[in-house]
């Protein structure tokens, strides 16, 4: 099983810059969620999907921050315009119907300058 | 409002004593509560789930305790290895069996060889 797989694992642009962080659950788990880290306010969710439909945004900061899950097999979280405030690492996790366990990808870590 | 409090000091302990982490939390009333560990750079991985009808719940050298009275968690390392140093995050799903997965901030452990 190849996991949860997340692209890309480092990006840095300049503050207004439009950002899209990618993911790809793991075959058959039907949850996905994106979760941001930094040290001031530890893992945040954001955003949860269950069957590719949005089921909890209340974390998504704000406008400025989108996200889709077109399909089963990827989903996109966009930042536009990007602040340096963004600046953190961006994991998506997934989660199988079957447990209560997720599993997070490797993480994407933004810098705006 | 809802709290998942854990340690923000690190725990430094010697190579083969027991490292215990505590999770303390109020105003959620969690069907389980996790445990992952995360490595710097990396995502956090899962390592055990409780559920709130279970007192303690173990895994080789891990063992997790349960509280829902105290509202506390305690995760133990017995015969702790420098291997084991790592940031512990301790999770709850959110009120109302929404099965969202609402993260603590960690604790870091350091195992002294």
């Known amino acids: 099983d190849a996991g949860v797989i997340q692209s890309p694992r480092h990006e840095v642009t300049e503050m207004g810059q439009e950002v899209t962080l990618r993911c790809k659950p793991i075959?058959?788990?039907?949850?996905l969620f994106w979760y941001r880290q930094t040290m001031m306010r530890g893992l945040e969710l954001l955003i949860y999907?269950?069957?590719?439909?949005?089921?909890?945004d209340s974390g998504m900061p704000e406008d400025r921050f989108s996200a889709k899950m077109p399909n089963a097999s990827f989903s996109t979280l966009k930042i536009q315009p990007s602040e340096p405030r963004d600046s953190a690492v961006y994991f998506c996790?997934?989660?199988?119907?079957?447990?209560?366990?997720?599993?997070f990808g490797e993480g994407s870590w933004l810098t705006v300058v | 409002s809802q709290k998942i409090e854990q340690n923000s000091e690190a725990l430094n302990i010697q190579e083969g004593k027991t490292a215990t982490l505590t999770c303390n939390y109020t105003?959620?009333?969690?069907?389980?509560l996790q445990w992952y560990r995360q490595d710097p750079g990396r995502g956090p991985v899962f390592l055990l789930l409780i559920r709130e009808n279970e007192k303690e719940k173990r895994k080789e050298r891990l063992k997790v305790t349960f509280d829902t009275t105290l509202k506390q968690s305690l995760f133990h390392i017995t015969a702790s290895q420098p291997a084991d140093s790592a940031t512990y995050l301790c999770a709850l799903d959110r009120s109302g069996g929404s099965y969202i997965p609402t993260f603590g901030r960690g604790t870091s452990l350091i195992v002294h060889p």
């Open positions: 075959s058959g788990h039907n949850s």
């Open positions: 996790a997934s989660r199988g119907d079957a447990g209560n366990t997720i599993y």
């Open positions: 105003n959620y009333s969690p069907a389980y």
């Open positions: 999907f269950n069957n590719n439909v949005p089921i909890d």
